[in-house]
């Protein structure tokens, strides 16, 4: 199956400040999902890319799907206490999709 | 949030003993998963099925069996529950397969505590 690689695992941010997290593959990716787990909760659904380059904005939430298909991002601007919480990207393309192992955002207000 | 129901929440269960969890949808969703969840691992997926009857075996299935007899319904059962499988297990269902780029729904999570 396909690996991908997120980074970082965790990210401890003031609150206001931004927040980044990054999920690399070496192979194309047809799609990519994003899902958000609050502490203690279970992963949801934020959204998901499929082409090039696509660009899509949720609030203060920016979710970006390299040219190449081969990465992923998303990005918060001005990070809020409801921030917190772990962020998984989902890897499409084959048959069952591959998560990253997540990236744990820490809000300190 | 999707209509799927796991039982139990929680569990603590001893080493040796069988263990069933009980996943349950309502949205007669055709594929349907079982991850676990460690910290420093993810979500790593031990058995899916494609329908009912039609089951495959993830990453982790080892030590792992599971059932699907009916459409809303998926069983994971523990033969013999090892302390390395104390974990938080999620039930997920998607209408076709995810990695086509349809949304997984997660459950809430069943805790399962071995001793």
């Known amino acids: 199956g396909q690996q991908v690689m997120q980074i970082p695992q965790y990210q401890h941010v003031q609150e206001g400040e931004d927040f980044t997290t990054y999920c690399n593959s070496s192979?194309?990716?047809?799609?990519i999902q994003w899902y958000k787990q609050r502490p203690g909760g279970h992963p949801v659904f934020l959204i998901q890319l499929v082409k090039s380059g696509e660009v899509k904005k949720q609030k203060r939430l920016t979710f970006q799907f390299g040219e190449a298909k081969k990465n992923s991002s998303l990005h918060i601007t001005a990070t809020q206490t409801t921030d917190v919480g772990t962020y998984f990207c989902?890897?499409?393309?084959?048959?069952?999709?591959?998560f990253g192992r997540g990236t744990s955002l820490i809000v300190h207000p | 949030d999707a209509g799927i129901t796991q039982s139990p929440r929680h569990k603590v269960t001893e080493t040796g003993t069988p263990v069933t969890l009980r996943c349950h949808q309502t949205?007669?969703?055709?594929?349907m998963y079982w991850y676990r969840q460690d910290p420093g691992h993810g979500l790593r997926l031990i058995h899916y099925s494609y329908g009912v009857k039609d089951t495959d075996k993830g990453e982790v299935s080892d030590g792992y069996s599971v059932s699907r007899s009916k459409t809303e319904d998926f069983l994971l059962t523990l033969e013999s529950a090892t302390s390395s499988q104390t974990s938080v297990y999620f039930c997920a269902i998607s209408e076709s397969y995810g990695g086509a780029g349809n949304t997984i729904y997660f459950g809430e999570g069943s805790w399962l505590t071995v001793v």
């Open positions: 949205e007669n969703h055709r594929y």
């Open positions: 192979t194309t990716l047809s799609n």
């Open positions: 989902a890897a499409g393309g084959s048959y069952i999709p591959t």
